[in-house]
Structure formats: C-alpha cells, structure tokens
Nanobody
Framework: QVQLVESGGGLVQAGGSLRLSCAASGPIFSINAMGWYRQAPGKKRELVATITSGGSTNYADSVKGRFTISRDGAKNTLYLQMNSLKPEDPAVYYC??????????????WGQGTQVTVSS
C-alpha cells in the first residue's frame, strides 16, 4: 500500500519558519509530479507549490519568494520550506504525488495533512 506521510507542521509566530516533509512509501515504481496544497477552514483546497520529477517548480502567487519546494528522489521525500509565515498561511497542508506503482498503474495520492498555525 502506497502511503504519503506528512510531518513538520505546528505553531509558529508570524515571521517565523517551518519545514514540512512528506515521505512516500510502499510499492512505488516512480514518482512524477509532487506538490503541496492547503485548506483553511471554510475554504477550498488550494495549490501551494508543485515540483516535477525534473525539478521544475511552480508556486502560488501568495507564497512566491517565501516558500521553497524541493524533493529528494532517492528518499521519495518532498519538502516545503516556509519562511516569513503570515497570518493568512494557517491551514492544513496536504502532500500530493502523481506516481506509478510497481504494477505500472498511475495513481494520484494524498497524505493525511499536517496543521500549520501562525500566531500574530
């Protein structure tokens, strides 16, 4: 069973930093694009940042210059370095992966989410 497990969320003061991690495990053949999404209470889930297998990145305008997405292919792990956190950043952050399992079937997986809270 393929799993995505996020970690690194928590409470931080405005202006502070957090680093989220997402570890993919299970019968994985290869991982294509990965990404971070977030959902605040009463709002739709929105894209934060994505990264392709080749390392190309894409960011939401609201986080450009503050957040950095990266991945370690050898560890099947995705990261999100979040700096200069703002009061509008709190949400549950979800990891997403588009991958082929060992049967070469392509799936889109989500993690369970990790809470990020920013105090002013």
């Amino acid at each position: 069973q393929v799993q995505l497990v996020e970690s690194g969320g928590g409470l931080v003061q405005a202006g502070g930093s957090l680093r989220l991690s997402c570890a993919a495990s299970g019968p994985i053949f290869s991982i294509n694009a990965m990404g971070w999404y977030r959902q605040a209470p009463g709002k739709k889930r929105e894209l934060v940042a994505t990264i392709t297998s080749g390392g190309s990145t894409n960011y939401a305008d609201s986080v450009k210059g503050r957040f950095t997405i990266s991945r370690d292919g050898a560890k099947n792990t995705l990261y999100l370095q979040m700096n200069s956190l703002k009061p509008e950043d709190p949400a549950v952050y979800y990891c997403n992966a588009d991958l082929f399992d060992r049967r070469l079937v392509e799936y889109d997986y989500w993690g369970q989410g990790t809470q990020v809270t920013v105090s002013s």
